[in-house]
T-cell receptor
């Protein structure tokens, strides 16, 4: 079974530019999550999709972040315009539909904003 | 607000030297407590889910236990390949988001 895949693995952009991160969840997983770790901090929740619907976006820091999940399959997270404080590692995770199914994480995208 | 505190921040053991990692938590209602292992440059890898006080789970040299306020990850006779950061996270009954602790960096020396 293929795991959660994220692309790109690294991205370096300048302040003010736009970056789009992509996540392909495990096949059949209805739940898709975005998390991020900024320097020296713990991993923090950004948002949760159930299929194509946003279930919880309480962790999104501001309106420069836009997440989409087309057709309930892969998801994208766009940062526009990027700021220095957006630097960090962005993780995607997925889980099966019911109860307390564990989240399975991808290896993350390391974003550096200069 | 859910909170997770892990201790110690870092732990260095000799191969074969058993020890325990601590995870203290506060949550309005516990849906589950999760342990993950993370290697450098990788995402968190799922180890265990614990649901209620008194529950225990084991996998190879690892054993996780849960009380109403904390969880322990016991490592018995560790090997160098057990070196990693161990993360604890809670999910409360109100939502599906995980709240993570800052992790314990474990180094096992041969």
């Amino acid at each position: 079974e293929a795991g959660v895949t994220q692309f790109p693995s690294h991205s370096v952009i300048e302040k003010g530019q736009t970056v789009t991160l992509r996540c392909d969840p495990i096949s059949g997983h209805d739940n898709l999550y975005w998390y991020r770790r900024v320097m020296g901090k713990e991993i923090k929740f950004l948002l949760h999709f159930v299929k194509e619907s946003k279930q919880d976006e309480s962790g999104m820091p501001n309106n420069r972040f836009l997440a989409e999940r087309t057709g309930g399959t892969y998801s994208t997270l766009k940062v526009q315009p990027a700021e220095l404080e957006d630097s960090g590692v962005y993780f995607c995770a997925s889980s099966q539909g019911t109860g307390n199914s564990p989240l399975h994480f991808g290896n993350g995208t390391r974003l550096t904003v200069t | 607000e859910d909170q997770v505190t892990q201790s110690p921040e870092a732990l260095r053991l000799q191969e074969g030297e058993s020890s325990s990692l601590n995870c203290s938590y506060t949550v309005s209602g516990l849906r589950g407590l999760f342990w993950y292992r993370q290697d450098p440059g990788k995402g968190p890898e799922f180890l265990f889910t614990l649901y209620s006080a008194g529950e225990e789970k084991e996998k190879e040299r690892l054993k996780a236990t849960l009380t109403k306020k904390e969880s322990f990850l016991h490592i018995t006779a560790p090997k160098p390949e057990d070196s990693a950061t161990y993360l604890c996270a809670v999910m409360d009954t109100g939502r599906r988001a995980l709240t993570f602790g800052s992790g314990t960096r474990l180094q096992v020396q041969p």
